[in-house]
């Protein structure tokens, strides 16, 4: 599984929305999670998050 494990990850932006681009390749078959703490501000108002956010996906396994 992917406990643990990390992407290194690169944050794009400025007045457009927030991207996060993977900046290499990833394991096969892993479970990975953005997570983003409290305190993110967004390009719609001054105003930070007041709660955790985290989104996960799974890539795909070995093609047999």
């Known amino acids: 599984d992917g406990a ?3 992407a ?5 932006g400025g007045a457009d ?3 996060v681009e993977v900046k290499a390749a990833l394991a096969k078959a892993t479970t ?3 997570a983003v703490a409290p305190g993110l501000v967004g390009t719609e108002g001054p ?3 007041t709660e955790p ?3 996960s ?3 795909y ?3 047999v």
């Open 57 to 59: 996906f799974e890539t």
């Open 17 to 19: 929305p927030q991207q």
């Open 8 to 12: 290194k990850l690169e944050v794009k």
């Open 32 to 34: 990975y999670t953005l």
């Open 4 to 6: 643990g494990r990390a």
């Open 47 to 49: 105003l930070p998050s």
């Open 53 to 55: 956010f985290s989104s």
């Open 61 to 63: 396994g070995p093609l």
